[in-house]
């Protein structure tokens, strides 16, 4: 014997099955109650959504995003100051020249690092010229074989002008300023910069020779 199911709007007992009384284009569509596990699990998570809706965007216990990417920086910044210190804190003249500039991995390293961020203004061999079909062409930057060491000719200066950029009441080369490579480089690879430029103009740095 074959019974119809109830109609009605919507299924309230366990295990009852229902035709909706809903229909259209004459299609009919059955209702059961679903089981507590998964309502108790569906409401939860509405509730959850509201608390923690309210909690992430009106108190300070969770942080947002933009405070985790200002927290990120914070630490980049904190690491390169640290970077820096510990950097200096053994760094002097006598050990750009008698030490870093010697030695051939540093040497080796801060011409990589010169080639990729120094040649467009310095040129590739440090003249600040640049050799097109037998033409010459100067380039924004000072050239770094004459000699001339505008701000302080001692191995630190170079340093401390690759680190820090030009100074702000400098009028620059021709307009050009050295920007604040410590912004793009650490200051590690500033000093290997350093050391190689000392290890190609050696004389120019006799000074600070044992």
Same mark, same amino acid.
């Given at each position: 014997?074959?019974?119809?199911?109830?109609?009605?709007?919507?299924?309230?007992?366990?295990?009852?099955?229902?035709?909706?009384?809903?229909?259209?284009?004459?299609?009919?569509?059955?209702?059961?109650?679903?089981?507590?596990?998964?309502?108790?699990?569906?409401?939860?998570?509405?509730?959850?959504?509201?608390?923690?809706?309210?909690?992430?965007?009106?108190?300070?216990?969770?942080?947002? #995003?933009?405070?985790?990417?200002?927290?990120?920086?914070?630490?980049?910044?904190?690491?390169? $100051?640290?970077?820096?210190?510990?950097?200096?804190?053994?760094?002097? #003249?006598?050990?750009?020249?008698? $030490?870093?500039?010697?030695?051939?991995?540093?040497?080796?390293?801060?011409?990589?690092?010169?080639? =990729?961020?120094?040649?467009?203004?310095?040129?590739?061999?440090?003249?600040?010229?640049?050799?097109?079909?037998? =033409?010459?062409?100067?380039?924004?930057?000072?050239?770094? =074989?004459?000699?001339?060491? *505008?701000?302080?000719? *001692?191995?630190?200066?170079?340093?401390?002008?690759?680190?820090?950029?030009?100074?702000?009441?400098?009028?620059?080369?021709?307009? +050009?300023?050295? $920007?604040?490579?410590?912004?793009?480089?650490?200051?590690?690879?500033?000093?290997?910069?350093?050391?190689?430029?000392?290890?190609?103009?050696?004389? #120019?740095?006799? +000074?600070?020779?044992?």
């Amino acid at each position: 014997m074959n019974s119809e199911p109830k109609r009605g709007h919507f299924a309230k007992e366990k295990g009852e099955v229902i035709l909706r009384e809903h229909e259209y284009d004459g299609i009919q569509e059955y209702d059961q109650k679903l089981p507590n596990w998964w309502l108790f699990t569906f409401y939860g998570a509405i509730v959850w959504f509201v608390v923690y809706w309210v909690i992430y965007y009106n108190t300070s216990v969770f942080k947002t #995003d933009h405070q985790n990417v200002e927290q990120h920086i914070a630490a980049v910044q904190k690491l390169k $100051q640290e970077e820096l210190e510990k950097t200096l804190s053994s760094l002097d #003249d006598s050990v750009l020249v008698n $030490q870093w500039a010697k030695d051939p991995t540093i040497v080796a390293a801060g011409e990589a690092t010169y080639t =990729t961020h120094c040649t467009a203004c310095h040129g590739a061999d440090l003249s600040a010229v640049m050799d097109v079909g037998g =033409t010459k062409i100067a380039l924004p930057g000072l050239p770094l =074989t004459d000699g001339q060491w *505008k701000f302080g000719n *001692k191995p630190m200066d170079v340093f401390k002008i690759i680190h820090d950029g030009s100074p702000a009441e400098s009028q620059g080369h021709n307009g +050009a300023k050295m $920007q604040v490579w410590s912004q793009i480089i650490s200051s590690k690879q500033v000093a290997e910069v350093t050391a190689y430029i000392i290890s190609k103009v050696p004389q #120019d740095f006799e +000074a600070a020779q044992p």
